[in-house]
């Protein structure tokens, strides 16, 4: 491995800037509460840290809509607090990556307000404008991607439409225009000249879209179409990011991972193969589809294990050698991760995120833990509509309602999926609002903080935070999780999730129960002769096994993780 491919070693930790730790008590988290908590992550094991927007914006999408690229937003703090952020960390051995939207900004930003003006000015094309159908229609049948409505807009000073794939205050960029790509270009090289490490790339995938604006033929009669239909892996995305790669990143020791929306495998090796120069990873969203339903993600569909097991397995194999994998169970727009892959009750919360973590973790890639995940944090239930903030899940249930669906299935939905889920704030004590501020927060606590919070997790018996500490120690230590192969093994068992790593004359057999009730695992014969060392389990007492060694009886969620050494 050389030095520019210092990633493969990284832990990221994603902190959400609104709601990790706010210093100044006014409700909002800031950079300096993220420089209190700097010798948290520190005894935590990551090296890396990636914040989501910190830019000033008017927060229509937490910060996504992007009024001015170039500056701090007032309620994070100034660019001293930043610089001294990323000062602090790099101290610490902690690397700074940030989160670019660049696939659409906000209707705030200058080169909006100019480019809705006229149809003849420097900045008319640096958004994507086409004019009505003929009956004034909006110019094809896309719907935006947070439930609203039709992702057009109308300006009546162009007598034209601009795209907006998210909400209507984020106009999409237009990638068309080259004095555009330069604009982003240099602001990425503003922000890596100051220090920062690399870029999460918001939506990368979307940035190019089909030129002929075609209508989505899948959607019913005055139904709203897909816009993943002409905007997901363009013809010109990769052209677009070897462009980038070339202008700016070729020129820094960058870690660099595109959020790849509706990017099947054989695609999103096209971005992460080193000899296409374009990125290091992709974020894939195969395994966040697993429980989808009628309505897309909002829906109460328990996933299968065997759907889980195909993609993640399909990832590791097919990247294997020729790309690279992040790792990731859930972030700031998915459920917590113990609530909709283990078992958030009490008696088992604690198995299941370690036992979740185990399975994850092991596999090749890069790791990607969101603030919380550390003490096993879970989805919140609000008890109306009114208590959530996130603007997909305001309009989804607008949008069910004017469906008619019943309001206690509407709100099942929204517990489920919500992004709210994971916005929730940080829960550092048992105090009023949980030590995460003096005053009351943006966005109510989750009401179990008293009983899941940092503090009380860190001096439990068993303690998730520790068992992160020693998994991640583990990865860093020994060369065979970064660099074995992988292989499945009992594909068809539907309480077991397991593989092997190999490298050299080494391997590690790894598993998980997806059961609450205990479970019979048959060891492979391949492996059954060797001697075999348990190197992490979130069990105290040793497995059941049978005399032979080649049985054993899982208690719930238990995880184990076997070093064999090959004689």
């Keep these: 491995m050389n030095k520019n491919e210092w990633w493969k070693e990284a832990v990221v930790y994603q902190i959400y800037p609104q709601s990790f730790k706010d210093s100044n008590n006014d409700g909002i988290g800031d950079i300096n509460g993220i420089r209190e908590k700097l010798s948290y992550l520190k005894d935590l094991g990551i090296n890396v840290i990636w914040l989501n927007p910190i830019y000033e914006s008017p927060m229509v999408d937490n910060g996504y809509d992007i009024s001015d690229y170039y500056k701090i937003n007032d309620i994070y703090g100034s660019m001293n607090d930043f610089e001294m952020l990323l000062k602090e960390s790099h101290e610490l051995g902690i690397k700074i990556i940030m989160d670019l939207a660049v696939c659409a900004s906000s209707i705030e930003h200058k080169w909006f307000k100019e480019s809705k003006k006229s149809r003849n000015n420097e900045y008319s094309d640096y958004y994507i404008w086409r004019d009505p159908k003929e009956d004034g229609s909006a110019p094809n049948n896309w719907g935006s991607i947070f439930g609203s409505g039709s992702a057009w807009e109308y300006v009546k000073e162009r007598n034209q439409y601009y795209l907006h794939l998210f909400a209507v205050e984020q106009p999409d960029l237009n990638w068309e225009n080259q004095e555009l790509r330069k604009e982003i270009y240099e602001n990425m090289k503003f922000w890596l000249d100051k220090g920062v490490d690399g870029f999460r790339l918001d939506s990368i995938s979307l940035i190019s879209k089909n030129q002929d604006f075609p209508d989505d033929p899948m959607a019913g009669d005055n139904e709203f179409g897909s816009p993943y239909y002409g905007a997901s892996n363009g013809s010109r995305v990769h052209e677009f990011l070897q462009e980038m790669y070339k202008n700016v990143l070729s020129k820094y020791e960058v870690m660099t991972v ?310």
């Design 258 to 567: 595109g959020e790849a929306t509706r990017t099947p495998v054989d695609k999103a090796i096209l971005y992460c193969q080193p000899e296409r120069e374009e990125l290091n990873m992709v974020f894939q969203f195969d395994h966040m589809h697993v429980d989808y339903g009628k309505y897309g993600r909002y829906s109460d569909l328990k996933f299968k294990l065997s759907d889980l097991k195909k993609t993640m397995f399909q990832w590791q194999k097919s990247l294997n050698g020729v790309g690279w994998n992040s790792l990731y169970w859930d972030n700031h727009d998915q459920p917590r991760f113990v609530s909709r892959f283990g078992n958030d009750q009490p008696k088992y919360r604690k198995r299941s995120a370690t036992m979740l973590a185990t399975v994850l973790y092991f596999q090749q890639g890069t790791p990607f833990i969101y603030q919380g995940d550390e003490i096993g944090m879970t989805n919140v239930s609000f008890p109306t509509i009114d208590f959530y903030r996130d603007i997909e899940a305001q309009n989804m249930y607008q949008k069910f309602s004017k469906m008619g669906l019943d309001n206690k299935d509407i709100m099942n939905y929204i517990h489920n999926k919500s992004r709210d889920n994971a916005r929730t704030p940080m829960q550092w004590n048992s105090e009023e609002f949980s030590g995460f501020s003096c005053a009351k927060p943006w966005i109510d606590l989750n009401p179990n903080y008293n009983k899941i919070n940092v503090e009380c997790d860190r001096t439990s018996r068993f303690s998730i935070f520790n068992f992160y500490k020693k998994l991640i120690n583990y990865r860093k230590c020994n060369k065979i999780v970064r660099d074995g192969d992988f292989k499945e093994i009992h594909f068809a068992d539907s309480d077991v999730l397991s593989y092997t790593r190999n490298y050299e004359n080494e391997t590690l057999l790894v598993l998980g129960s997806f059961s609450q009730e205990k479970v019979c695992y048959n060891i492979p014969k391949c492996l059954q002769n060797y001697k075999k060392e348990i190197v992490l389990s979130n069990y105290d007492s040793d497995t059941e096994q049978n005399n032979d060694g080649s049985t054993l009886y899982l208690r719930p969620y238990e995880s184990l993780v076997f070093y064999i050494r090959h004689e």
